[in-house]
């Protein structure tokens, strides 16, 4: 288990130019566990998680780590400890899949020290993890969306961090890909109890994967706790504007989200397992 770590936002307030995304909002994070992030465009998803990371400075309240301000830690050390996967990350022209994975050791760089035997075994277990190792010497602006993003997550892996924050992990990922780059989280989080939060588009993999689910509402905590608490036909109706039904998913245990379209509002609803 890794050391626990807290992570929360109070009262903060963000924003570009003159546009407010998110208002004295709080959150705190449950250390230990896996917290997905949803909510319709716009509502301020990525924003929270660039201020979390520290790349975005807010306008008022603030965002703490262990008690400290994130915006005030220095950067490196704030790395050893939180890892981000941003949502459109860009890699150097014509570097290669082992250097940027790479990269994600360098917050354990010292200024005199080199490269070693700890780190190649960092760098190989992501890649494996991630199943990238046979992409290692190839260059990373040739590779497919799909395996572009396998390889950045596999370097915010070998960042072994205590926190990780991913915004839409599985972007570019076809369904097989999706399932398990979280299942890879999952195991991530229940071997080494790496706190994870991550944004997600897909509600119902949200709440399966999930031990605390987040639904933001025009910059707003509308709801948050269990998933099976937070996902409701209600829920989803005021954060997304989409009539649904929610039932029990038969595999997982979990909520399972049925939207309801124009041309389906008299189709018969499953029955709850």
């Given at each position: 288990?890794t050391a626990t770590h807290?992570?929360?936002?109070?009262?903060?307030?963000?924003?570009?130019?003159?546009?407010?995304?998110?208002?004295?909002?709080?959150?705190?994070?449950?250390?230990?566990?896996?917290?997905?992030?949803?909510?319709?465009?716009?509502?301020?998803?990525?924003?929270?998680?660039?201020?979390?990371?520290?790349?975005?400075?807010?306008?008022?309240?603030?965002?703490?780590?262990?008690?400290?301000?994130?915006?005030?830690?220095?950067?490196?050390?704030?790395?050893?400890?939180?890892?981000?996967l941003p949502q459109s990350?860009?890699?150097?022209?014509?570097?290669?899949?082992?250097?940027?994975?790479?990269?994600?050791?360098?917050?354990?760089?010292?200024?005199?020290?080199?490269?070693?035997?700890?780190?190649?075994?960092?760098?190989?277990?992501?890649?494996?993890?991630?199943?990238?190792?046979?992409?290692?010497?190839?260059?990373?602006?040739?590779?497919?969306?799909?395996?572009?993003?396998?390889?950045?997550?596999?370097?915010?892996?070998?960042?072994?961090?205590?926190?990780?924050?991913?915004?839409?992990?599985?972007?570019?990922?076809?369904?097989?890909?999706?399932?398990?780059?979280?299942?890879?989280?999952?195991?991530?989080?229940?071997?080494?109890?790496?706190?994870?939060?991550?944004?997600?588009?897909?509600?119902?993999?949200?709440?399966?994967?999930?031990?605390?689910?987040?639904?933001?509402?025009?910059?707003?905590?509308?709801?948050?706790?269990?998933?099976?608490?937070?996902?409701?036909?209600?829920?989803?109706?005021?954060?997304?504007?989409?009539?649904?039904?929610?039932?029990?998913?038969?595999?997982?245990?979990?909520?399972?989200?049925?939207?309801?379209?124009?041309?389906?509002?008299e189709a018969p609803v499953?029955?709850?397992?």
């Amino acid at each position: 288990m890794t050391a626990t770590h807290t992570l929360t936002a109070q009262d903060l307030t963000l924003g570009y130019g003159e546009r407010t995304v998110i208002e004295g909002l709080d959150l705190a994070v449950p250390a230990g566990a896996i917290t997905a992030i949803v909510g319709a465009n716009a509502s301020g998803k990525s924003t929270l998680l660039r201020s979390m990371s520290r790349l975005l400075a807010p306008r008022a309240g603030q965002v703490l780590l262990d008690g400290r301000a994130v915006h005030r830690m220095p950067a490196k050390e704030l790395a050893r400890t939180l890892g981000l996967l941003p949502q459109s990350p860009l890699a150097p022209e014509g570097i290669t899949v082992a250097d940027l994975v790479g990269r994600g050791r360098h917050p354990h760089q010292g200024i005199f020290s080199r490269w070693s035997r700890e780190d190649d075994a960092a760098v190989a277990a992501a890649l494996e993890a991630t199943q990238t190792t046979e992409l290692a010497e190839r260059a990373v602006d040739e590779l497919s969306g799909g395996q572009r993003q396998r390889v950045w997550i596999a370097m915010a892996l070998a960042q072994q961090t205590d926190l990780l924050l991913l915004d839409e992990p599985t972007t570019f990922l076809d369904v097989s890909h999706q399932i398990e780059v979280l299942d890879l989280l999952t195991d991530l989080n229940r071997r080494r109890g790496t706190t994870i939060v991550m944004v997600l588009h897909d509600l119902n993999l949200a709440a399966r994967y999930a031990d605390h689910l987040v639904a933001l509402e025009s910059g707003r905590i509308h709801a948050a706790g269990d998933p099976s608490a937070v996902l409701t036909e209600d829920c989803v109706r005021a954060v997304f504007g989409l009539d649904s039904r929610v039932i029990v998913d038969p595999v997982s245990g979990k909520p399972l989200m049925l939207p309801i379209g124009r041309h389906h509002a008299e189709a018969p609803v499953p029955a709850e397992a």
